[in-house]
């Protein structure tokens, strides 16, 4: 009788393609460890990028006044540079956004300056400014306009929401010059009485002179 206690060979090989070297599960495993680093490298700096971006545009939802950034029509630019016709000295837009009335009063001959909360609009800005040609005249700076004096300023132009005209029209009534013109875009100051206005919609932009407001003469 033939002794031995080992397998059939066929059985012996079944074993054997079942047999994975140590060396080589070992390196499987470190590819898919090293996929899984790379992945979720990637997402978090995704996300990291993406809360960059959107944190400057979101948190002004989250103050107490809340001053969007709605780009500016093409009309409205018309109309403001319209209200802006024959006047001198500097101009300041309160919340500039995107820089486009600020761009355009440089064009217009102004000396004009952008304040705005939302630095990747104020970077954009300034990219624009340099685009225009206009860099030298249009200066844009990273600021909360409630921290801001303008008294410095001619012609003050704002696109502001209605919940914050009343404590910025008492604002300006304290700071600004006799000479001085504010021109409102979307939104009308509560308590002034326009000197102008022109356009409808949401285009209208209305004009008050604080000497008219002060009840004096120019």
């Known amino acids: 009788m033939e002794g031995g206690g080992g397998a059939p060979p066929a ?22 460890s090293s996929w899984g680093f ?6 978090g700096g995704t996300l990291v990028a993406v809360y960059a971006v959107a944190t400057p545009f979101l948190t002004p939802a989250l103050r107490k006044i809340c ?19 024959c006047r001198t000295g500097s101009l300041v837009d309160i919340g500039s956004g995107d820089g486009r009335i600020v761009i355009a ?20 800005s300034r990219y624009r400014a340099w ?9 844009f ?36 010059k006799d000479d001085a013109r504010v021109i409102a875009c979307r939104f009308p100051f509560p308590r002034w009485t326009p000197d102008h206005v022109t356009g409808e919609g949401v285009d209208t ?14």
């Not at 009063?105 to 102004?110: D, S, V």
């Open 67 to 85: 001053l969007p950034f709605v780009p500016a029509t093409t009309k409205q630019i018309e109309n403001v540079v319209k209200m802006l016709h």
């Open 205 to 218: 932009v209305w004009a008050y002179d604080v000497s008219t407001m002060r009840g004096k003469r120019p």
């Open 38 to 43: 790379l992945f979720t490298g990637i997402v």
């Open 141 to 176: 700076y990273i600021s909360d306009l409630w921290k801001v004096t303008f008294s410095q300023y001619s012609n003050v132009i704002v696109f502001g929401v209605p919940q914050m005209m009343p404590q910025l029209e008492e604002k300006l009534a304290l700071e600004l």
């Open 105 to 124: 009063a440089a064009k217009a001959g102004f000396r004009a300056v952008g304040y705005e909360l939302n630095p990747w609009l104020v970077w954009y």
């Open 11 to 32: 059985v012996l090989e079944e074993n054997e393609s079942r047999c994975v070297p140590a060396a080589s599960r070992g390196a499987d495993g470190s590819k898919r």
């Open 131 to 139: 685009r225009e040609g206009v860099q030298d005249s249009a200066q």
